[in-house]
């Protein structure tokens, strides 16, 4: 029996085109899925997967869960036939659209296999093996949310000429964050054709947004790497503008988000791919990221409070 680990993520920019080769900037929250897999009599893998979630989240992905699963063996060279195995997920990352989950699943399976099975994989390898993972959920993945979850920290990502690159910023202390769930599961598979028919509708705005993005993300890092939150919440906040005109937040996470910054929250916008899912909000001290992860919970709102960008 062997175990493994990946960590969720939030993404504070660039979330939605990556692929379009506009970057992002992605942190690993301090919350992991945890996968443990053991060999067992019978055929092939069975599945017990105790992660907490968003109500209705697991039954949503689970068709997306097999496949994945299914391409990890497949991947990593595993006969499930010759060597049946059982797959039990579990962990302090809360299953739900917005926070990596799926990359955290792979990415622990991925780990799991290959301690159970002693394969000697990289770093790079396993990075590699959690994107395969991704494949059902999203599409064609970026590797962002894979990355992170493998890697941890908090990084620069961008996609060049189909090579993914990343490298980390360093930040003088963590980021306090309030993550809150619309309750709404985005089906992430879906996203690629919505920006497909974004660019076919208006190409011209389209790519004028896509450059006023680039922008933000890269002053974004800058004000990251100077310690100016109160730069990277501004930010935040304008990015979210772009995005609820792209139709890419919902009406739940525009709520939250005018909600934390009436509060006091330095920037707020939606996380992930959109239209259903997170939203983060960036505190500026542990009182006020207390009070409004209250609130929320309050409304009925799952919660997740963290610091991110530390080591």
């Not at 692929?19 to 929250?29: G, T």
């Amino acid at each position: 029996m062997a175990t493994g680990t990946g960590f969720g993520k939030t993404i504070l920019i660039g979330d939605q085109f990556v692929l379009e080769e506009v970057p992002a900037i992605v942190a690993a929250l301090p919350y992991e899925t945890e996968a443990t897999v053991e060999r067992i009599d019978g055929k092939g893998w069975v599945l017990e997967d105790n992660r907490m979630e968003v109500p209705g989240y697991k039954e949503k992905k689970k068709h997306q869960q097999v496949g994945s699963i299914n391409r990890i063996l497949e991947v990593m060279g595993i006969d499930v036939g010759k060597t049946p195995i059982k797959i039990t997920y579990g962990g302090s990352l809360l299953a739900g659209s917005g926070v990596g989950a799926s990359a955290a699943s792979c990415v622990s399976l991925a780990r799991a296999l290959d301690a159970e099975f002693n394969l000697g994989y990289s770093i790079e390898e396993i990075n590699n093996v959690g994107r395969e993972g991704e494949f059902p959920y999203h599409g064609i993945p970026s590797g962002v949310d894979n990355t992170a979850s493998t890697y941890g920290g908090m990084l620069h990502y961008w996609v060049k000429n189909d090579q993914k690159h990343f490298e980390k910023i360093k930040i003088k202390k963590p980021l306090r964050i309030v993550l809150a769930n619309s309750g709404v599961t985005a089906d992430t598979a879906k996203l690629d054709d919505y920006i497909d028919l974004l660019k076919e509708r208006d190409p011209e705005k389209f790519t004028s947004s896509m450059a006023a993005i680039t922008s933000q993300v890269m002053d974004m890092k800058k004000a990251l790497e100077a310690y100016d939150i109160e730069k990277v919440g501004e930010i935040m906040t304008a990015n979210h503008q772009i995005l609820i005109g792209m139709d890419l937040s919902h009406e739940i996470l525009v709520y939250l988000c005018e909600k934390a910054i009436k509060m006091g929250a330095l920037g707020a916008k939606v996380t992930g791919g959109g239209r259903g899912g997170y939203m983060a909000a960036l505190t500026p001290d542990k009182d006020l990221q207390e009070t409004l992860a209250s609130a929320y919970q309050e409304e009925g709102y799952h919660v997740i409070q963290a610091q991110i960008g530390g080591r």
